[in-house]
Nanobody, 124 residues
Framework: VQLQASGGGLVQAGGSLILSCAASGRTISTYVMGWFRQAPGKDREFVAAIGRSAISTFYANSVKGRFTISRDNAENTVYLQMSSLKPEDTAVYYC??????????????????WGRGTLVTVSS
């Protein structure tokens, strides 16, 4: 499956953005999907994940209450709605698919397929 993240850009602190992750090649309806981010000079970190049926979600503490992950299996797309953005949210954001376990995981090594990232820059 090919994943393509989009929707990044420059936004002021307190603003909002919606990232999209469009999948092609295979349906992602049976995959757990996740969002990760990597800031300059830092390791890639978990942001959010969503189960196959979209009933289950899980968030990093740093984004809980501000970010919302969702999916539209019919459109083969996953979203990350980000609000109350902070300068420390600045990073390249990646979407990823977990194709084996079938349950939500938060470790990058557990995800099998990765898309190219999209840059989010939050100015103070």
């Amino acid at each position: 499956v090919q994943l393509q993240a989009s929707g990044g850009g420059l936004v002021q602190a307190g603003g909002s953005l919606i990232l999209s992750c469009a999948a092609s090649g295979r349906t992602i309806s049976t995959y757990v999907m996740g969002w990760f981010r990597q800031a300059p000079g830092k390791d890639r970190e978990f942001v959010a994940a969503i189960g196959r049926s979209a009933i289950s979600t899980f968030y990093a503490n740093s984004v809980k209450g501000r970010f919302t992950i969702s999916r539209d299996n019919a459109e083969n797309t996953v979203y990350l709605q980000m609000s109350s953005l902070k300068p420390e949210d600045t990073a390249v954001y990646y979407c990823a698919a977990e194709t084996h376990y079938g349950y939500i995981v938060a470790e990058a090594n557990d995800y099998d397929e990765w898309g190219r990232g999209t840059l989010v820059t939050v100015s103070s």
